[in-house]
């Protein structure tokens, strides 16, 4: 089991920044992977970016590559997904995800947090 939640999300302008955290706890977190994913309104969920907990593998999304950073403190258990240069297009709910590493399938997910982002 792993329980997931995330803070960090806002209101900003375009071209600001912004941190989400997910803060992670479990007995499987080592073994685990960590994805943030966002839904825009009328739209599907869709994978932003990944981390693999225990070497910190790393994996992107086309639109945020150059853009994004997926990070994790392995002391604070937490992953952080740092947002540079934001687009009225990044605007959505996102949400910290994880799954096995073993697995492809992310089946422990947070409760989400709203980010907006204005032209």
């Known amino acids: 089991q792993v329980q997931l939640v995330e803070s960090g999300g806002g209101l900003v302008q375009a071209g600001d920044s912004l941190r989400l955290s997910c803060l992670a706890s479990g007995r499987t977190i080592n073994s685990a992977a960590v994805g943030w994913f966002r839904q825009a309104p009328g739209k599907e969920r869709d994978f932003v970016a990944g981390?693999?907990?225990?070497?910190?593998?790393?994996d992107y999304v086309d639109s945020v590559k150059g853009r994004f950073t997926i990070s994790r403190d392995i002391v604070k258990n937490t992953v952080y997904l740092q947002m540079n240069s934001l687009k009225p297009e990044d605007t959505a709910v996102y949400y910290c995800a994880a799954r096995h590493v073993r697995t492809t399938a992310y089946v422990y997910w947070g409760q989400g947090t709203q980010v907006t982002v204005s032209s």
């Open positions: 981390i693999t907990w225990s070497t910190g593998g790393t």
